[in-house]
């Protein structure tokens, strides 16, 4: 399930920490009344610029929170204009944080993450359905172990879902999908 928290109803130019703070806590609202594995996409469209300190604000602080507070919940942005993609892209970065960037129904990593993690989440985006380690392991050409310290890592991150599944062997397994 997704819910939608819709930036324009604030204005095409959005400054300040102030009224990041405040949609904040609407994304906070939106958060809490979702299910474990649903998605709040935050939707940009029709906001031309936003700056620095509101995305800092807003989707860094938020994005601090996702693990602790909101485990298993997802966040998403899609709609972004040149500017707005800028900023967010730079308040991230300057965080050491990523998130996911839904266009035209394909999905990105946006943010600061290492090249691995990125190439990782790309053959997982690529792929309709679910994988395993297993299968990502051979797909990326690594071992089981850095298979499974990718997969760990990017669902901490809340950049993939991981459901458990049974093997064909019958044993207890994981899958990991992206979000789209």
Known sequence: MEK???????????WTRDLAKDIREELNNLLSGISIG???????????VFDYSFANELFGKSLFGLGNEYPGKFL?????????RENLIKALESLNLAMIERKKGKVEIIGKIHPAYQETFKVIAAIKDSISANTLKDKLNINLTA?????????????????????T???????YSALR
């Open 4 to 14: 939608v928290l819709n930036l324009k109803k604030y204005g095409k130019a959005l």
């Open 38 to 48: 649903d998605v709040v996409v935050i939707d940009a469209t029709g906001v031309e």
């Open 76 to 84: 998403v942005v899609e709609g972004l204009t040149t500017y707005t």
């Open 147 to 167: 298979a499974n310290e990718r997969l760990v890592k990017l669902t901490a991150m809340g950049l993939v879902r991981r459901e458990k599944a049974t093997s």
């Open 169 to 175: 062997a019958g044993r207890e397994q994981f899958l």
